[in-house]
C-alpha cells in the first residue's frame, strides 16, 4: 500500500530563516505530487503541483520554490520566509481511480509558525 | 465568486442523528467531487468521491450529487462524537484542477 510521509512535523522559524520541508512517497511510482497551504481557519491553497522529476507547476506567485530531485520526493523551500509563510503545509499524491478519475490523499503535514 | 462554497458552520447536531453537509460548485466542467474529513491538528482523510448524479453511500455516510444545481452534500446517519471534524468539500475538473472549500465545521454532542 503507499503511505505518504512529511517532515519536521512541526517547525519555528524566525522571519527571514531559510525553509526546506520534505515529502516522500512510497509503494507507487511516477505519483503526481502537490504541495498546499492552509492557514488558519481556511481553505487549501495549491502551491506547487509535480508531474514527474525536474517538472514543476506553481500556482500562485510567492517566495517558497518547490524541487523534485527523485521520482518519490517533494521538497518546499524558502530562502527568506515571511510572517504571511505560516500555516499547516501539506503534501499530496494522486491516483487514478476508476470511474472518479485522479483522486488525492494527503500526508500528515508540517505545521510552520513564523515569527 | 468562490468556486466551490461550503457554509463555515459549525453545525451542532445531537449524537444519533443525521449531520447534512452542503457544498456548492460554480464549475460546470467539474466532473468528480469528494469529501474529506479533517479533524483538529491533523491533514484530510478521504471519506467519500461521487461522480455521477445521485445517492452513493458507504456506510453511515452518503454523497450526493446534482450536477444540474450544481449541489454536492454529506449526509452522515447515527452521527457520533467521533465524527466531530471539520468537513472538506473539493471539485476536480476535467484537466484534474481540483478546488477545495473552506470546509464545513460539524460538532456532534453526546
Not at chain 1, 7 to 28: D, I, M, N, R, Y
Not at chain 1, 73 to 96: M, N, P, T
Not at chain 1, 98 to 111: K, S
Given at each position: 500500500?503507499?503511505?505518504?510521509?512529511?517532515?519536521?512535523?512541526?517547525?519555528?522559524?524566525?522571519?527571514?530563516?531559510?525553509?526546506?520541508?520534505?515529502?516522500?512517497?512510497?509503494?507507487?511510482?511516477?505519483?503526481n505530487?502537490y504541495?498546499?497551504?492552509?492557514?488558519?481557519?481556511?481553505?487549501?491553497?495549491l502551491?506547487?503541483y509535480?508531474v514527474?522529476?525536474?517538472?514543476?507547476s506553481?500556482e500562485?506567485?510567492?517566495?517558497?520554490?518547490?524541487?523534485?530531485?527523485?521520482?518519490?520526493?517533494?521538497?518546499?523551500?524558502?530562502?527568506?520566509?515571511?510572517?504571511?509563510?505560516?500555516?499547516?503545509?501539506?503534501?499530496?499524491?494522486s491516483?487514478v481511480?476508476?470511474?472518479?478519475g485522479e483522486?488525492q490523499?494527503?500526508?500528515?503535514?508540517?505545521?510552520?509558525?513564523?515569527? | 465568486?468562490?468556486e466551490?462554497?461550503?457554509?463555515?458552520?459549525?453545525?451542532?447536531?445531537?449524537?444519533?442523528?443525521?449531520?447534512?453537509?452542503?457544498?456548492?460548485?460554480?464549475d460546470r466542467v467539474s466532473q468528480s467531487?469528494?469529501?474529506?474529513?479533517?479533524?483538529?491538528?491533523?491533514?484530510?482523510?478521504?471519506?467519500?468521491?461521487?461522480?455521477?448524479?445521485?445517492?452513493?453511500?458507504?456506510?453511515?455516510?452518503?454523497?450526493?450529487?446534482?450536477?444540474?444545481?450544481?449541489?454536492?452534500?454529506?449526509?452522515?446517519?447515527?452521527?457520533?462524537?467521533?465524527?466531530?471534524?471539520?468537513?472538506?468539500?473539493a471539485a476536480r475538473a476535467w484537466n484534474n484542477d481540483m478546488r477545495?472549500?473552506?470546509?464545513?465545521?460539524?460538532?456532534?454532542?453526546?
Amino acid at each position: 500500500s503507499q503511505t505518504i510521509h512529511q517532515w519536521p512535523a512541526t517547525l519555528v522559524q524566525p522571519v527571514g530563516s531559510p525553509l526546506s520541508l520534505e515529502c516522500t512517497v512510497e509503494g507507487t511510482s511516477n505519483p503526481n505530487l502537490y504541495w498546499y497551504r492552509q492557514a488558519a481557519g481556511r481553505g487549501l491553497q495549491l502551491l506547487f503541483y509535480s508531474v514527474g522529476i525536474g517538472q514543476i507547476s506553481s500556482e500562485v506567485p510567492q517566495n517558497l520554490s518547490a524541487s523534485r530531485p527523485q521520482d518519490r520526493q517533494f521538497i518546499l523551500s524558502s530562502k527568506k520566509l515571511l510572517l504571511s509563510d505560516s500555516g499547516f503545509y501539506l503534501c499530496a499524491w494522486s491516483v487514478v481511480k476508476a470511474p472518479v478519475g485522479e483522486t488525492q490523499y494527503f500526508g500528515p503535514g508540517t505545521r510552520l509558525l513564523v515569527l | 465568486q468562490k468556486e466551490v462554497e461550503q457554509n463555515s458552520g459549525p453545525l451542532s447536531v445531537p449524537e444519533g442523528a443525521i449531520a447534512s453537509l452542503n457544498c456548492t460548485y460554480s464549475d460546470r466542467v467539474s466532473q468528480s467531487f469528494f469529501w474529506y474529513r479533517q479533524y483538529s491538528g491533523k491533514s484530510p482523510e478521504l471519506i467519500m468521491s461521487i461522480y455521477s448524479n445521485g445517492d452513493k453511500e458507504d456506510g453511515r455516510f452518503t454523497a450526493q450529487l446534482n450536477k444540474a444545481s450544481q449541489y454536492v452534500s454529506l449526509l452522515i446517519r447515527d452521527s457520533q462524537p467521533s465524527d466531530s471534524a471539520t468537513y472538506l468539500c473539493a471539485a476536480r475538473a476535467w484537466n484534474n484542477d481540483m478546488r477545495f472549500g473552506a470546509g464545513t465545521r460539524l460538532t456532534v454532542k453526546p
